[in-house]
């Protein structure tokens, strides 16, 4: 039968070096908050019955950990007395009764499913505490992993730490799984003798073996057990997530000619075969399909890009913004909220705001859905293949037909039926031999001027 597993994220931490008016689980990694990548490997993992220690912006916290198919009950932890305490602030959920309670920090973003499921299967295999440690770098500040004969005999925090201690370089990664049948009676044990005077849920791992446990430690990459405390960490694990993100997106067959200047979201989705060029932001909410271009420097959020469409160069699209198969909306163009019909060309320096352009129309360069009134805003509805003629105004609301054509330069007010053509502007005005009757009177007065100078 599968073993039952409760996940309890701490994220009761007080954030200080972060300097910041708000938890650092609440800082976007990848435009997502922190805490929900967490949830997102917790749930990859399979694991939805979560238990989340909060402390300041509680709230917000929460609110910012719920994933759709998890549940996530949150739990005060009034006094931040160390993540032994933190850990019992969930103790009414330990309580319930669990095959493998998992202990997982609500800071470390880039964790996968994978040392999660190490962490579980050691349990599996008969140990008490499984934790997952790292060879560190720079070993400074972590709990070192005592680890004689295969056996996780304790983990030392750095502050408590001899010398010939300091020198070991395997880490406590943070992430512990413990058997859920003896958990409470363990982290009932844990007391605070220490340098810092907390509970250290470190000192499970001595705790179990001396009721006759067993405990283990599995290596995973340091990578993703990193944490951040302060902004100029915050910003190496954006470049860690970006990097291992259009890595994986790469390997499942999108190009990216200079893979380091494309920015992604967490949930950015980009299907096979699409060919993403230097300097594009994705903002959050975007997919992208099959075949389709993303010119350099173009900046996307909140939108569906359809098989075969181009973007860009230097293209902005806004949320709401529906591109249709084959369309095309080229450099200089914004689109908000706005249904880009199949085969559709919106090619220059456009705006078109809460709109539907029909399949195969075109928007000539410079053209301006006026879709705001300083009140409300309106919708411009573009029938199919009508064409819309450089630099005309669309004052919403308003309506054009299938096929309809409107003159370059024209301030469309009211509606154009299908197929008809609009002028709305004045007519041209043509004066025969006025240019050159205008150039002689201004020659001669040149010449004046010149004389006069001369007699001075
Ligand atoms: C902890 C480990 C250390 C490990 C390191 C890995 C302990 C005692 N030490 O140290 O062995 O190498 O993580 O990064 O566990 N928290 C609470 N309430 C508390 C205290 C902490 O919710 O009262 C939360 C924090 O928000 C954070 C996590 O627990 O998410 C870890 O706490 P932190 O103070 O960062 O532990 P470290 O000193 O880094
Ligand atoms: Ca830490």
Known sequence: MERTCLAIILAAGESTRMKSSVSKVLHPVARGRRIAHVVDALASASISDVALVVGRDAEAVAAAA?????????????????????????????????????????????????????ARQGLAEGNDVVVIGFEAADPTGYGRLIVENGVLVAIREHKDASEAERRI???????????????????????NANVKGEYYLTDLVEIARTVGGRAVAVE????ELTGCNTRAELAYIERLWQQRRRHELMLSGV????????????????????????NVVFGPAVSVESGAIIHAFSHIEGAHVRAGATV????????????????KV???????????????????????????????SNIGAGTITCNYDGVNKHVTRIGENAFVGSNSSLVAPVTIGDGALVASGSV??????????????????????????????????????????AAE
């Not at 190009?255 to 230097?278: G, N, R, Y």
């Not at 080229?330 to 090619?347: D, L, S, T």
């Open 412 to 453: 469309i007010t009211e509606d154009v039926p299908a197929d008809a053509v609009a002028f709305g502007r004045a007519r041209q005005d043509v004066k025969p031999g006025r240019a050159r009757i205008l150039r002689e009177r201004y020659e001669a007065e040149k010449a004046a001027k010149k004389k006069a100078k």
């Open 220 to 223: 995973a990459p340091e990578e």
């Open 330 to 360: 080229g450099n200089f163009c914004e689109v908000k909220k706005a249904e880009i019909g199949a085969g559709a060309k919106v090619n220059h320096l456009t705006y078109i705001g809460d709109a539907f352009v029909g399949a195969g």
């Open 255 to 278: 190009s990216m000619i200079a893979p380091e200047t494309v920015f992604l979201s967490w949930d950015t989705e980009l299907a096979q075969d699409v060919l993403v060029e230097p």
């Open 66 to 118: 719920q994933k759709a198919g998890v549940t996530v009950a949150s739990f005060l932890q009034k006094e931040r007395l160390g993540t032994g305490h933190a850990v019992l602030a969930a103790r009414e959920a330990i309580a319930r009764g669990y095959d493998d309670i998992l202990v997982v920090f609500g800071d470390t973003p880039l964790i996968t499913a994978e040392p999660l499921r190490a």
């Open 169 to 191: 370089t395997y880490c406590n990664g943070g992430l512990m799984a413990i058997n859920g049948r003896k958990a409470l009676d363990l982290l009932g044990r844990i007391g």
């Open 312 to 327: 860009g160069p230097f293209a902005r699209l806004r949320p709401g913004a529906e591109l249709g198969p084959n369309s």
